[in-house]
């Protein structure tokens, strides 16, 4: 018997049928980008003040851009079905946060290798077959980066983690069915993890996973 096939993601544009669906308002104007300030540099980020032109309202504003690297988020996933997560402490909600792996991509590096990079040095796990899922904006209205989602198979531990200076992470590899219900509780909340959750859930589902 024939494995099922896997759903492929489908891009989302504003030729979309949803985009235009009835009762929608018209198309917006695209406004026109001019030539970037920069307001501060961080070693993890610049912000800078861009400024933007309306074509058909003669409007001009400034607005905050943050440019910052692209990130890769990792599902990794074993051959008994559990996908590795892994929970550490977040300075920017002061709390400790259950995630799948992933980190900042490398200039030039590519972000599958990036993804398989980062689930090494967190977690000491390797597997086979990874792709790219998906790639998203983390946000859109301020934000110039993407994340890319990364799939990787058949996982297993092979090292012990090689973790930054700041890092100090635990490990753990949950039956897929829990990572899932733990979502829908509230028990993850980062939201880069959610939208990595949510592609990987129909392959997960073709393959037979409840």
Known sequence: MSAPLEPK????????????????????SRWVRGEPSLVAHTRILDVQSVPFHH??????????????????NVLAHTTDDR??????????????????????IEAGEDPVAAGVR????????????????????PNPAFMSNRCHLVLVERCRLVAPPAWDADEEIETAAVPVAEVYARARAGGITH???????????????ARGGV
């Open 9 to 28: 993601p489908q891009a989302f544009s504003s030729t979309h049928p949803l985009a235009a669906s009835p009762g929608g308002s018209s198309e917006p």
């Open 55 to 72: 074509p058909k309202r003669d409007r001009r504003r400034d607005f905050v851009v943050v440019k910052a690297p692209d990130w890769v």
């Open 83 to 104: 996908l590795v997560l892994v929970n550490q402490f977040r300075y920017g909600i002061d709390a400790f946060s259950w995630e799948i792996p992933g980190g900042v």
């Open 118 to 137: 980062e689930l090494l040095e967190e977690t000491g796990y390797a597997g086979e077959g990874a792709r790219l899922l998906a790639s998203v904006h």
């Open 191 to 205: 939201s880069l993890v959610l939208d990595a959750l949510l592609f990987f859930e129909p392959i997960w589902r």
